[in-house]
């Protein structure tokens, strides 16, 4: 124990002092934060006004289309070569022609000129405010009044609630399963890039035969053992730093520049559902401050079901499925590294180990989470090569604790198979070199004694 802990120290210090560590735990929280802040920036920054010339031969628009905050209308008289004359000579945006046999009915024939491209927002707006003022007087044709028409239409909105052993708890679809996915899928890359980092500093040591002066000291097994907990503790030094780091970066350029962040998926989903049960254009300032109280409401209910799912348990989970699938997975990169003389080997081998995982990242997001209790993702959760990832996203949904003792029971027990495979690998392919190895040759190996 005391040389693989040996190892571990080597391992660790190795890496965190290297430059490349240094810089990509500095830059990550530096990227994230202009990938937050920046695009806020832009539009802080950027003048989105628009001033559209409008020729309407027909008349049905005269003064019905209103003058909104970032999209007015200047109307113009004369004929259609006369306005794009006076609209040459000014920087409107576009100029909006409305032909004279234009009807309710048939609405066809209107042209927008501009003296670039006409941009996709700016045809959009004007279709929404050119199609609700046809059918308003569509209505007013009709006999209709369309304020009775929008008070019969009904929004529902359904508040989950939790029947749980302590009581009802508020509970959210999109919080539960985001808390399950971002876990998975912190997992899932942490497996890859760390498994990755395990096997090509076995092939370096290997190439350099630097790994023979090491093996005279320590076996195989301890030598693998610790390369494999010594990166573990590299990726989650790294890992914390990332989070800290992020969290001061993006609050302290946030203060420096003034701006908010960019609105968040939760805070999108939120402006969404606002919008979505607005009464009004989306471009007046009574649906502008709906859609704002309408966007706190569903946040203050997300936080609300975050604060009700059993943090502990996930937080926990996720640490067991982190460091247990990594160290499943790290053995079997080791292994590879071990019995390859060079990085191009490694595609063959590479492949059927990798294979349960994208298997199972794929099956999360559809599967999974559309029936986290169905036996699809049972066993894919109690099956070691597939549960570190299909079972953090069903734990936030509520799993009963037998199923997760079982998995996590199988999860250990996979780890020690695979250890066991991986060291049988290693101790005869790290003194391996110039053989093309097959699968029939690692088999033999798993035998070999020495």
């Excluded at 628009?50 to 209308?73: C, H, P, Q, R, Y």
């Excluded at 009581?167 to 990755?196: D, L, P």
């Excluded at 079982?406 to 250890?419: N, Y």
């Amino acid at each position: 124990m005391h040389k693989i802990w040996l190892i571990v120290q080597r391992e660790y210090l190795t890496r965190v002092r290297k430059k490349s560590f240094i810089i990509m735990t500095l830059l990550t929280p530096l990227l994230l934060a202009a990938f937050m802040v920046i695009p806020a920036w832009l539009v802080t920054i950027s003048d989105s006004g628009e001033t559209v010339m409008i020729l309407d031969e027909s008349g049905l628009f005269a003064g019905k289309l209103e003058n909104k905050n970032d999209l007015k209308f200047v109307p113009l008289a004369g004929s259609l070569e006369q306005a794009k004359t006076v609209y040459r000579e000014t920087d409107n945006t576009a100029l909006l022609y409305i032909p004279k046999e234009l009807s309710i009915d048939k609405p066809e024939g209107i042209k927008i000129y501009s003296k670039k491209n006409t941009s996709l927002q700016t045809q959009v707006r004007l279709e929404n405010a050119l199609e609700k003022e046809i059918e308003n007087q569509r209505f007013v044709a009709s006999g209709m009044d369309r304020s009775t028409l929008e008070k019969m239409k009904a929004n529902i909105s359904l508040t989950a609630i939790n029947l749980s052993d302590e009581g009802e708890k508020g509970n959210s679809a999109i919080v539960t399963s985001a808390a399950g996915v971002i876990g998975a899928v912190i997992i899932y890359f942490f497996i890859f890039m760390y498994g990755v980092q395990i096997m090509r500093g076995v092939i370096e040591e290997k190439t350099s035969r630097i790994i023979e002066v090491i093996i005279s000291s320590v076996k195989p097994f301890q030598l693998m053992m610790g390369k494999v907990i010594g990166i573990a503790a590299v990726g989650l030094t790294q890992f914390l730093l990332w989070v800290v780091l992020s969290m001061v970066v993006v609050t302290g350029v946030q203060a420096a520049f003034g701006v908010k962040a960019a609105p968040t998926p939760m805070e999108q989903l939120a402006a969404g559902r606002a919008a979505a049960t607005g009464e009004v254009d989306v471009d007046d300032e009574e649906q502008v401050a709906a859609q704002e109280n309408g966007a706190a409401e569903v946040i203050g209910e997300s936080m609300t079901a975050l604060s009700n799912l059993n943090i502990p348990l996930i937080v926990g989970c996720f640490l067991f499925y982190f460091l247990g699938g990594y160290l499943l997975y790290g053995s079997l990169f080791g292994a590879i590294g071990a019995a390859v003389d060079n990085e191009t080997d490694t595609q063959q081998f590479m492949f059927p180990i990798t294979i349960p995982l994208i298997i199972s990242f794929i099956m999360s997001y559809t599967l999974v989470l559309k029936n986290p209790d169905g036996p699809v993702a049972f066993w894919m959760s109690i099956i070691p090569f597939t549960s570190p990832i299909v079972m953090m996203v069903r734990v936030p949904f509520g799993v009963p604790a037998w199923e997760l003792l079982l998995s996590m029971a199988l999860l250990v027990l996979g780890f020690i198979f695979t250890t066991w495979i991986a060291s049988r690998i290693y101790r005869i392919g790290i003194l391996m070199y110039g053989k093309k190895i097959n699968y029939r040759e690692l088999s033999k190996w798993l035998f070999y004694r020495v």
